[in-house]
């Protein structure tokens, strides 16, 4: 693979100057004409060289020996940029790399197997996922998928808040109902839960236990109707994340950091460091001496503790796990506690930084431009089943990461539901399709396709070398998208892949160009354009599995599209 000679020429020439060479970025120009690949390599090391990115690149330039491997040119542009032409034949060797490696192509060991752990969802057992839950959970998942394909150790974890007030809250509501259930009058508790899903757990308690809580409000009661509760709405939940293909490593309970001690430990711990001071009564922690805004609240003047004692309780575990690289996935109404979360952590001598935070922005939906009402089951929001279920979990699972986790989502329906190029679920998934349909008219098997005696080097049309050069940055794309935690990059990678593919594909149709099709009568060019073919497939099926989604070998056609090239 021309990447690979690159980068080891690259690392070579660096060691002859004395300089270890940092990770080096090979990308396409946006331009075609600026070359097939481009590094700035010269210009994250000018600091170090302590000298102008210009006067490195050229010295790199003429210092690379790399006709073997197909480049052709070798070229330094703007502000230091190395760009690297390459022969047709250097170009599609790719596809024999692509079509041989097969479903692992794509898979790097940037990570080096080391632990990472991220926690995503983790939403209170109060009551059904809402669709904020939904787009925590396909960005938890897939980044786990990314970080997985890029060589890290990955640990997915849940850690459920099934303490404090909430709890009591949902108790409460879950009696009154039981108790209405079965003829009584009663009211909710202010700031009671008021979906209809709380009718069905009430109900389900009165057929396990009949009217024993009828009479009985003691302490041993009501913690059993917690108990029965939160598990019915936990059984939900998991229900509703299965079905949305995703799974977690472990389930971890913020009850446990109280019936193990741990959040007792922190306390005690916390005192040791001088940090810690009263004020009528409630606990503060002198968060300001790491850069937060404010001093917090550890335990209030009642003796109950804030939620900032068990998040940090919680994490020291984490730690002491062995997580030395933690991700939590959590929506934007967190920001306030990451500051105050880390400075907990500092000051017990955790390193700045920890944990990472992704951090994302609500999701509404629409119908025809108009906001979608809320869901009568939950009280108050759409649930992520409601919404799967209309319009399906890969669609709703892309929806959910083809944005900036960062920016606000809002999710069409109607382009949802749309089975054409202007959904984009449907746009890569027929690509894949189309390109299994070639073959099935060529009469072959995808695995028929081993590339033994083929002939790269006739694949010279401008539509054939960028759409090859596409295929090649895979890789690459995975590596930027896991390093940034960003899944819309691979999601727009797809896109452009599926959009390239089809502009090649529409390019040999026999009405227009029957000279570009991919089963010609010449057959040197027929196996190479048939190479080709199956490395987009292969590229197709890996993104989408990275994404956790299917990857359909067939798929209807609109009634307007033109017959298999």
């Not at 009263?278 to 404010?294: I, M, N, P, S, Y």
């Not at 329906?413 to 894949?432: E, R």
């Not at 390109?435 to 010279?460: N, P, R, T």
């Not at 073919?533 to 599209?561: F, H, I, K, S």
Request: hydrophobic content about 40%.
């Amino acid at each position: 693979m021309p990447q690979d000679a690159i980068r080891a020429a690259l690392t070579r020439v660096l060691a002859e100057m004395g300089v270890a060479a940092p990770r080096i970025n090979l990308e396409r120009p946006r331009d075609p004409s600026h070359g097939d690949l481009a590094t700035n390599v010269a210009m994250a090391l000018s600091r170090e060289l302590k000298k102008s990115p210009r006067e490195i690149a050229q010295t790199l330039a003429d210092r690379l020996d790399l006709a073997e491997a197909g480049v052709t040119a070798v070229e330094v542009a703007g502000p230091g940029f190395l760009n690297f032409r390459l022969s047709s034949g250097a170009v599609a060797s790719t596809l024999a790399d692509i079509v041989a490696s097969g479903d692992s192509w794509g898979r790097s060991r940037v990570g080096g197997g080391e632990r990472v752990m991220v926690e995503f969802v983790s939403a209170n057992p109060t009551g059904p996922l809402h669709l904020g839950h939904g787009r925590q959970a396909a960005l938890g998942d897939v980044i786990s998928s990314l970080l997985d394909w890029t060589g890290w150790n990955v640990h997915r974890e849940y850690y459920y808040n099934d303490a404090g007030r909430q709890m009591e809250l949902l108790a409460g509501s879950v009696l009154a109902r039981y108790l209405q259930h079965l003829g009584h009058d009663a009211d909710l508790p202010e700031g009671g839960y008021q979906g209809l899903y709380v009718h069905d757990v009430a109900r389900a308690l009165a057929e396990e236990v009949g009217d024993r809580f009828v009479a009985d409000r003691s302490d041993e009661a009501m913690a059993e109707i917690r108990h029965f509760a939160v598990r019915a709405l936990r059984a939900e939940q998991d229900r509703d994340l299965t079905d949305f293909a995703v799974h977690f490593d472990e389930y971890y309970l913020e009850s446990s950091l109280y019936e193990s001690g741990r959040v007792d430990a922190t306390v005690a711990a916390l005192r040791e460091t001088g940090l810690v001071y009263e004020v009528d009564g409630a606990v503060w922690l002198r968060t300001t001496e790491f850069g937060d805004q404010k001093d917090r609240v550890m335990i209030r003047g009642n003796g109950e503790p804030t939620y900032f004692l068990p998040d940090v309780a919680y994490h020291m575990a984490k730690w002491e796990r062995g997580f030395h690289r933690v991700i939590n996935v959590q929506g934007a109404d967190h920001h306030g506690t990451v500051s105050r979360v880390r400075a907990g952590l500092r000051a017990l001598g955790l390193p700045e930084g920890y944990p990472e935070y992704v951090l994302h922005q609500m999701v509404t939906v629409e119908r025809d431009g108009q906001e979608v009402k809320f869901s009568k089951r939950a009280g108050s929001y759409t649930t992520l089943r409601e919404l799967f279920e209309e319009v399906g979990v890969d669609v709703s699972r892309y929806f959910f990461l083809m944005r900036k986790p960062d920016a606000h989502l809002v999710f069409d329906l109607d382009v949802a539901l749309d089975q054409s190029d202007k959904n984009p679920v449907y746009k890569v998934k027929y690509a894949h399709a189309r390109m299994c349909s070639i073959f099935a008219k060529a009469g072959m098997e995808l695995d028929d396709m081993d590339g033994a005696g083929v002939d790269l080097s006739v694949l010279d049309h401008p539509l054939e070398r960028e759409l090859v050069k596409h295929l090649g940055s895979f890789p690459d794309t995975l590596i930027r998208a896991a390093e940034h935690t960003s899944p819309h990059i691979l999601c727009d990678y797809l896109e452009q892949t599926a959009g390239a593919a089809n502009s090649w594909y529409h390019a040999g149709n026999p009405s227009r160009n029957p000279e570009l099709a991919v089963l010609v009568e010449d057959e040197p060019l027929r196996r190479a354009r048939l190479m080709l073919t199956r490395a987009v497939q292969v590229v197709l099926r890996n993104g989408l599995a990275v994404l956790g989604m299917e990857a359909p070998v067939r798929m209807d056609r609109p009634v307007d599209e033109p017959e298999e090239s």
